[in-house]
T-cell receptor, first 110, second 113 residues
Framework: QQQVKQSPQSLIVQKGGIPIINCAYE??????FPWYQQFPGKGPALLIA?????SEKKEGRFTISFNKSAKQFSLHIMDSQPGDSATYFC?????????FGKGTSLLVTP | KAGVTQTPRYLIKTRGQQVTLSCSPI?????VSWYQQTPGQGLQFLFE???????NKGNFPGRFSGRQFSNSRSEMNVSTLELGDSALYLC????????????FGNGTRLTVT
């Protein structure tokens, strides 16, 4: 079964908007939560990651918010650009394996 | 530094055949992981190797196997191919697998007819 649930499946925002992608998990043994960005024909690339003892992390225009008690985390993309149009995956680590959400296809219109 | 290199990029095989995919990790990386990506199931973990030892295995049938060589390069093999094995197979490397981030290659697209 899917251990990490991601929503929405797709998202359209205008340039400059702030798309928000949400993920939820059940396994409290997960100890590392990365986000990956994937363009067509390419492998996923690590964007930003957070550990459960931190509630928020910012890197450039990307911010992760983490709510340990609710077992939820989300990605915010500030001042989104057309070049951010891609598929985004959240993930949670268990041992040496990453459990991925099913992905969110983001389209940023000019 | 060169990234993770996967060969070949595309493969077409017939049901019942076997296939071997290759992965060269980033120089200095000793951990290699394999993932299967399909539209229906998304990204699913296959297995992880470190210093030629498999440390973790996902929930895939025994037809899926892998190995790692002393230079950290890795191969995965799928025997008795089924139509449902059609997928993008992604290899990822990291320094040591647990406290270091994964870097993915661009994958091998396998089509089984």
């Amino acid at each position: 079964q899917q251990q990490v649930k991601q929503s929405p499946q797709s998202l359209i925002v205008q340039k400059g908007g702030i798309p928000i992608i949400n993920c939820a998990y059940e396994n409290t043994a997960f100890d590392y939560f990365p986000w990956y960005q994937q363009f067509p024909g390419k492998g996923p690339a690590l964007l930003i990651a957070i550990r459960p003892d931190v509630s928020e992390k910012k890197e450039g225009r990307f911010t992760i918010s983490f709510n340990k008690s609710a077992k939820q985390f989300s990605l915010h993309i500030m001042d989104s650009q057309p070049g951010d149009s891609a598929t985004y995956f959240c993930a949670a680590r268990s041992g040496y394996a990453l459990n991925f959400g099913k992905g969110t296809s983001l389209l940023v219109t000019p | 530094k060169a990234g993770v290199t996967q060969t070949p990029r595309y493969l077409i095989k017939t049901r019942g055949q076997q296939v071997t995919l290759s992965c060269s990790p980033i120089s200095g990386h000793r951990s290699v992981s394999w993932y299967q990506q399909t539209p229906g199931q998304g990204l699913q973990f296959l297995f992880e190797y470190f210093s030629e030892t498999q440390r973790n295995k996902g929930n895939f049938p025994g037809r899926f196997s892998g190995r790692q060589f002393s230079n950290s390069r890795s191969e995965m093999n799928v025997s008795t191919l089924e139509l449902g094995d059609s997928a993008l197979y992604l290899c990822a490397s990291s320094l040591e697998g647990y406290n270091s981030p994964l870097h993915f290659g661009n994958g091998t697209r396998l089509t089984v007819t």
